[in-house]
């Protein structure tokens, strides 16, 4: 079963331009977490957020989480070619399970 | 930094073999996961382990069975290998049970049964 799901599906962007991809879910959790994915590779944990925690920041991320909306956001700022990638939203809730989305493909164009 | 290890990059089988899937991690995680992921499905998780000698299923077990015999260990094997185990497989460890603590993951092995 989907606990999270990403939208969009894919997004295309110029390089320095900032991205957003947005996950929705469905049930209650504890934390949401963010997880970048190069082609045909493993995943990468890119920031956690907890359940009583609205926004976060890493660097050029920025993660808010909508507990009332069962939603949350990643935000990118100054989009660089390496950002090319996939993204996956996880959520983990009181089942003890991390469940992944389907993920937005990113595409940051020169 | 932790680093886990899927024995192989690409493997190729045929309908009705048995196969192997081996993960091993280094930094002594207590929980260790198997995921597949297909395009447009994003990654379902087949089994997990919270401790040695321990699994429990996840949301796709059917076809599928681990091993964990030492903490570092975690195999999938899949007991008679059909066209549609053709995937991309991911394990994954962390750190504690129960904490939802971030996954680590090996670099996947991308599965062809012929």
């Known amino acids: 079963s989907q606990q999270g799901e990403e939208d969009p599906q894919a997004l295309s962007i110029q390089e320095g331009e900032n991205a957003t991809m947005n996950c929705s879910y469905k049930t209650s959790i504890n934390n949401l977490q963010w997880y970048r994915q190069n082609s045909g590779r493993g995943l990468v944990h890119l920031i956690l957020?907890?359940?009583?925690?609205r926004e976060k920041h890493s660097g050029r991320l920025r993660v808010t989480l909508d507990t009332s909306k069962k939603s949350s956001s990643l935000l990118i700022t100054a989009s660089r070619a390496a950002d090319t990638a996939s993204y996956f939203c996880?959520?983990?809730?009181?089942?003890?399970?991390?469940?992944f989305g389907s993920g937005t493909r990113l595409s940051i164009r020169p | 930094d932790v680093k886990v290890t899927q024995s192989s990059r690409y493997l190729v089988k045929r309908t009705g073999e048995k196969v192997f899937l081996e993960c091993v991690q280094d930094m002594d995680h207590e929980n260790m996961f198997w995921y597949r992921q297909d395009p447009g499905l994003g990654l379902r998780l087949i089994y997990f382990s919270y401790d040695v000698k321990m699994k429990e299923k996840g949301d796709i077990p059917e076809g599928y069975s681990v091993s964990r015999e030492k903490k570092e260990r975690f195999s999938l094997i899949l007991e008679s290998a059909s066209t549609n185990q053709t995937s991309m497989y991911l394990c994954a460890s962390s750190l504690m049970s129960g904490s939802g603590e971030k996954l680590f993951f090996g670099s996947g092995t991308q599965l062809s049964v012929l």
């Open positions: 957020i907890r359940s009583n925690e």
């Open positions: 996880a959520t983990y809730s009181s089942a003890s399970k991390i469940i």
